[in-house]
């Protein structure tokens, strides 16, 4: 296997990406490719590259797996951004990347999307068909998540506002806040009595060397945050996303809910293919990187991938 660093536009920057090419790769030939999509917060060295791009390529695949705009290596400015209409361009700029590659075969292009980038994979593929076949893997709807991370009934409402204050504050010439996604340690989280399994496996997996990377800071803009609350990663799906559909998720929820999005996808997607796949035992993190539970969803992912590109 043969993996490349490469960089593809988005408008006015650079995002970047690993090219990954099969064993006995040969430029003259024509190749299917699978673009890789990251969670919320992660890079493209952990769970859309490592384990799901990795795989697939052994496979026989050409894969892309990127960095979000705004974060890790790619460019945009200001950093640590989460602006849910830049994660779908990133989708459709690693399609146009692709094909401008002549060992790719056009139409023989998917794209895998794990935690929020299935739910940003499933949003591009609506819109963009030059995407042939879609996979996630607990996918999650970021949106729905940040209008439902707390418990009042009025917590949307009273973040929208908090974000304007921030918003106001900075064009006035304030420092920008940058806050977390999760809490920054195992002890951070016990201190503040957060048990929830995903919150635990979260922190785990993203502030232990479990998974940890320099790429993935758990930095996130707050007065960035106005989009994303304003965001449904699967609206017109019942209308717009007729790809053949492949959805993954574990059968241990947690409060991310990607276990219930992923019902909502493929019940809401218009897809006359689709599939959905529930690992056993599985939390929302063993699908990131424990073998026991990655392994059944790539041999899922590897029959539909054969049978769909």
Known sequence: MQKESVRFRNRTWDVAADLRLPDGFDPAKKYPAIICGHPISSCKEQTSGDIYAERLTELGYVTLAFDASYQGESGGEPRYLEDPAAR???????????????????????????????????????????????????????????????????????????????????????????????????E????????????????????????????????????????????????????????????????????FGSYRDGFELFDRARSAKKDIFVVQGASHYDLYDQPKYTAQALEKLESFFAENL
């Open 188 to 255: 951070e989280r016990q201190k503040a009595g957060i048990g929830d399994v995903d919150i635990v496996n979260a922190v785990e997996y993203y502030r232990t060397p479990r998974g940890q990377n320099p790429n993935s800071p758990n930095k996130l803009r707050f007065s960035g945050l106005e989009a994303a609350m304003g965001f449904d990663a699967f609206h017109l799906a019942e209308v717009l996303l007729t790809q053949p559909l492949q959805v993954i998720v574990g059968d241990v929820p947690g409060a």
């Open 88 to 186: 779908v361009e990133d989708f459709r700029c690693a399609v146009d990347h692709l094909v401008t590659l002549d060992y790719v075969d056009e139409d023989r292009i998917g794209v895998v999307g794990v935690c929020g980038g299935g739910g940003y994979a499933a949003n591009a593929a609506m819109t963009d068909h030059r995407i042939k076949a879609l996979g996630t893997v607990v996918a999650a709807n970021y949106g729905r998540i940040m209008r439902e991370g707390n418990l009042t009934p009025d917590a949307a409402i009273e973040t929208i506002e908090a974000i304007g204050k921030q918003r106001t504050a900075e064009a006035r010439g304030a420092e920008p806040v940058i806050t977390t996604y999760i809490p920054d340690s195992p």
